[in-house]
T-cell receptor, first 109, second 113 residues
Framework: GQNIDQPTEMTATEGAIVQINCTYQ??????LFWYQQHAGEAPTFLSY??LDGLEEKGRFSSFLSRSKGYSYLLLKELQMKDSASYLC??????????WGAGTKLIIKP | IAGITQAPTSQILAAGRRMTLRCTQD?????MYWYRQDLGLGLRLIHY???????GKGEVPDGYSVSRANTDDFPLTLASAVPSQTSVYFC????????????FGPGTRLTVL
């Protein structure tokens, strides 16, 4: 079966750095996405990785290792507004997105 | 309209009733999707459409139907609602037919009693 694993919840301090991990087992791989979802709102696109390595976009970076079936999202200089759920999704061989359950990130002052 | 809109925002429905959730996008995206989101689970694909006039089944299609008469609209119908269909429903769209970056509507919170 297809599976995306992420931690259920993480806590971090304002101004710090946090890394959210995602491991996957899917039938084929055609890219990995990270989305942010604030409570009661729609998911919004953060990043996309299809090749191994790090993609940096401002305070957010995303890393991919296809051989290990592993990705992480790195958030720097955390702000209170970063409190949200972070969703990992993998595009499989049928070009459909398989979603993890999401990681709820709590930021404390 | 800018982006994707969904209606209604929320709805309480008696079991056995028929319900249509509406989704409209103005980005001229080819592909559209319907997901449900339940606590503790990832988004699950119900139905999708790669282009107007075509539809396909996702992971959890039973009890739901869709149509895609034109590019902009992609309604989701529950023919006879059951309590297990209580969920938050998100419509999404993407530019291409191969599930490029997906953009989501604000969601419909549906409760079936």
């Amino acid at each position: 079966g297809q599976n995306i694993d992420q931690p259920t919840e993480m806590t971090a301090t304002e101004g710090a750095i946090v890394q959210i991990n995602c491991t996957y087992q899917t039938s084929g791989f055609n890219g990995l996405f990270w989305y942010q979802q604030h409570a009661g709102e729609a998911p919004t696109f953060l990043s996309y990785n299809v090749l191994d390595g790090l993609e940096e976009k401002g305070r957010f970076s995303s890393f991919l290792s296809r051989s290990k079936g592993y990705s992480y999202l790195l958030l720097k200089e955390l702000q209170m507004k970063d409190s949200a759920s972070y969703l990992c999704a993998v595009r499989d061989s049928n070009y459909q997105l398989i979603w993890g359950a999401g990681t709820k990130l709590i930021i404390k002052p | 309209i800018a982006g994707i809109t969904q209606a209604p925002t929320s709805q309480i429905l008696a079991a056995g009733r028929r319900m249509t959730l509406r989704c409209t996008q103005d980005m001229r995206h080819n592909a559209m999707y319907w997901y449900r989101q339940d606590l503790g689970l990832g988004l699950r694909l119900i139905h999708y459409s790669n282009t107007a006039g075509t539809t396909g089944k996702g992971e959890v299609p039973d009890g739901y139907s869709v149509s895609r008469a034109n590019t902009d609209d992609f309604p989701l119908t529950l023919a006879s609602a059951v309590p297990s269909q209580t969920s938050v429903y998100f419509c999404a769209s993407s530019p291409g037919t191969s599930a490029d970056t997906q953009y989501f509507g604000p969601g419909t919170r549906l409760t079936v009693l």
